[in-house]
């Protein structure tokens, strides 16, 4: 809301509201809001009006009229109002910046008494970071307009955390960041809730609105000292992983190169190994065989004179012949 028509808003509350009950409701652009008013839901009651006073003219409009038993009257297109008729409040939805300003319940008893409530609606919004920075810190402060229930920083996304490099003050809406490198660099967000919604607004920074170097923007978070002892020793345990599975392999397949030496596992298609018997056998009978007579000579005597000497070894016929010959003379 423009600071002219927020004073207007002071100034109906001021005058409108003067001697009427009132609270104040935060809501967030783009959400829901319930205003609960006092009187309305009272079971004398038999006649509530729901009425606007606008920021701009400072006149007051009719939004929502509900008389008894059950009647309900929206004079404008309701596209973002509803009502709830067992409380009488009023439902604003898809809040945009002409929401804000003071709403009226106007409860009519049946015995003509009016009584009257006013709520103030503002909007809950996270309007900008300044950051300011020293040689050994780093500041960033939220501008928050309206009443928050709970204040978060995050940095590339991820909540900070309270340790030894961040500190907040009280409410939170100022960060500082102790000693600051390049790693600190990134985009900060400043979060703001509350019952009816939420509302952020980021800042980056680099080396142009800190003073110290920013390798890259989106850096990731700092260190801490638990992470540089895991992430070493992680590497380890994974290196002695893969050794046990190389080994288990190894093992397994009989596939390793021992000596310089390839070691390969035999197929199916090698020939079996014969294996002796171990039962003894009995020995064969050695088959009889009648003797040969066989003569060698060293001589024969040729036939034919002209025929010259032949030395070697006579044929068993040749003896047989001759040992009848000898034996008839």
């Not at 009519?108 to 709520?119: L, P, R």
């Not at 290196?239 to 596992?265: M, S, T, W």
């Amino acid at each position: 809301m423009p600071a002219g028509d927020f004073f207007i808003v002071v100034l109906l509350w001021m005058f409108v509201g003067r001697g009427v009950d009132g609270e104040r409701v935060t809501g967030v652009l783009h959400g829901q809001v319930e205003l609960r008013g006092r009187y309305g839901h009272h079971s004398d009651v038999c006649t509530v009006e729901w009425n606007k006073y606008s920021a701009k003219n400072s006149t007051k409009k009719l939004l929502y009229l509900f008389q008894k038993p059950n009647n309900t009257t929206c004079p404008d297109p309701c596209q973002n109002i509803n009502f709830n008729s067992e409380n009488r409040s009023l439902i604003l939805v898809h809040l945009t910046p002409e929401d804000e300003g003071i709403y009226e319940e106007k409860s009519t008893f049946t015995n003509s008494t009016i009584k009257y409530f006013n709520i103030t609606l503002t909007f809950l919004t996270a309007t900008n970071i300044t950051v300011s920075s020293s040689p050994g810190s780093l500041t960033l402060t939220c501008g928050i307009k309206g009443e928050f229930q709970l204040l978060q920083w995050f940095r590339n996304g991820l909540p900070l955390p309270e340790d030894q490099g961040f500190s907040f003050s009280e409410n939170k809406t100022t960060m500082r960041v102790s000693h600051p490198n390049s790693s600190d660099c990134g985009t900060y967000t400043c979060r703001v809730s509350n019952e009816n919604g939420k509302s952020e607004v980021q800042v980056s920074i680099n080396g142009n609105s800190t003073g110290f170097p920013c390798k890259d923007s989106g850096t990731s978070p700092r260190v801490s000292v638990l992470e540089r002892i895991l992430v070493p020793v992680g590497s380890l345990l994974g290196l002695l992983f893969l050794c046990i599975i190389l080994i288990c392999i190894c093992k397994y397949y009989d596939d390793c190169f021992i000596l310089g030496h390839r070691k390969i596992k035999t197929t199916s298609t090698e020939e079996p190994i014969y294996d002796e018997p171990t039962q003894l056998q009995e020995e064969a009978a050695t088959p009889t065989m009648d003797p040969l007579v066989v003569v060698y000579q060293d001589f024969i005597k040729p036939k034919d004179s002209h025929q010259s000497e032949d030395f070697g070894y006579s044929t068993i016929a040749d003896v047989l012949e001759n040992t009848q010959h000898s034996n008839t003379t």
